[in-house]
């Protein structure tokens, strides 16, 4: 590819992470790949069930809520779920954590899976994985244990923090790791609708099968964005 081209299709893979993509009034973003693509990992259906009705109640009830709301309007997704707590009404406030949080979420959740998933290549990555965690398997198995013990519905996440350390951290509901002042580069989503159909109760199975379908690149790119 050439050089420049692959520059813009860079820069606009960054441009969803900082906000610039994010703007009322909120629409779903198009899945890159097909709902079938992740198979037999994870099922056509769930993908269209969560993508097209899922996803967009979120995007829905976002929207909903910042119609009569010019200055809200105003301000991309990112600054309003970093700065949630200037949010003075509190019914605002709650429904744009659990919807904005829930396409903000989602919309960086497509992003990393991919159907023709490689491994993590980066050097820089790796390095840090080893050293946080003492190995890439040890960093799994830490993932896997946060991700399997969220009680009720919420997320898992692999984060940089204000240290640029990286850290595993879960959240509840559609809390997104960025309220909290973290940089996520990798997250996987553990509530019921993301695995029931295929699954039913074995979460831990679905956890298993997310690790086939991740798509590092993005989870690269996402690390390079955030410890700039
Ligand atoms: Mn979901």
């Given at each position: 590819m050439?050089?420049?081209?692959?520059?813009?299709?860079l820069?606009l893979?960054?441009?969803i992470?900082s906000?610039?993509d994010?703007?009322?009034?909120?629409?779903?973003?198009?899945?890159?790949y097909?709902?079938k693509s992740?198979?037999p990992?994870?099922?056509?259906?769930?993908m269209?069930?969560?993508?097209?009705?899922h996803?967009?109640?979120y995007?829905?009830?976002?929207n909903?809520?910042?119609?009569?709301?010019?200055?809200?309007?105003a301000?991309d997704l990112?600054?309003?779920?970093?700065?949630l707590?200037?949010?003075?009404?509190?019914?605002t406030?709650?429904?744009?954590?659990?919807?904005?949080?829930g396409?903000?979420?989602?919309?960086?959740?497509w992003?990393?899976?991919?159907?023709?998933?490689?491994?993590?290549?980066?050097?820089?990555l790796?390095?840090?994985?080893k050293k946080q965690?003492g190995?890439?398997d040890?960093?799994?198995?830490?993932?896997?244990a946060?991700a399997?013990k969220?009680?009720g519905s919420?997320?898992a996440?692999l984060?940089?923090d204000?240290?640029k350390?990286l850290v595993?951290?879960?959240?509840?509901?559609?809390?997104?790791?960025?309220?909290?002042?973290?940089?996520?580069?990798l997250?996987?989503d553990?509530?019921?609708h993301a695995?029931?159909?295929?699954?039913?109760n074995?979460?831990?199975?679905y956890?298993s099968?997310?690790?086939?379908?991740i798509?590092?690149?993005?989870?690269?790119m996402?690390?390079?964005?955030?410890?700039?």
């Amino acid at each position: 590819m050439n050089v420049l081209i692959l520059s813009i299709v860079l820069l606009l893979s960054f441009n969803i992470f900082s906000g610039l993509d994010f703007k009322y009034p909120y629409t779903v973003p198009t899945l890159p790949y097909e709902y079938k693509s992740l198979e037999p990992y994870i099922d056509e259906q769930t993908m269209k069930l969560h993508h097209d009705a899922h996803h967009k109640t979120y995007v829905d009830n976002l929207n909903a809520v910042l119609v009569d709301n010019k200055k809200l309007q105003a301000k991309d997704l990112e600054w309003l779920l970093r700065n949630l707590n200037t949010i003075e009404d509190t019914q605002t406030q709650t429904t744009i954590k659990n919807n904005g949080g829930g396409h903000w979420n989602h919309s960086f959740f497509w992003k990393i899976m991919a159907p023709d998933c490689q491994k993590l290549s980066n050097k820089k990555l790796m390095k840090e994985i080893k050293k946080q965690f003492g190995s890439f398997d040890k960093f799994k198995d830490q993932f896997n244990a946060a991700a399997k013990k969220v009680f009720g519905s919420g997320w898992a996440w692999l984060c940089v923090d204000q240290n640029k350390k990286l850290v595993i951290i879960t959240t509840p509901n559609q809390e997104s790791p960025i309220s909290q002042g973290l940089e996520p580069i990798l997250g996987l989503d553990v509530w019921e609708h993301a695995y029931y159909l295929k699954y039913q109760n074995k979460r831990i199975d679905y956890i298993s099968s997310f690790w086939h379908v991740i798509n590092w690149r993005q989870v690269e790119m996402n690390y390079s964005f955030a410890i700039k």
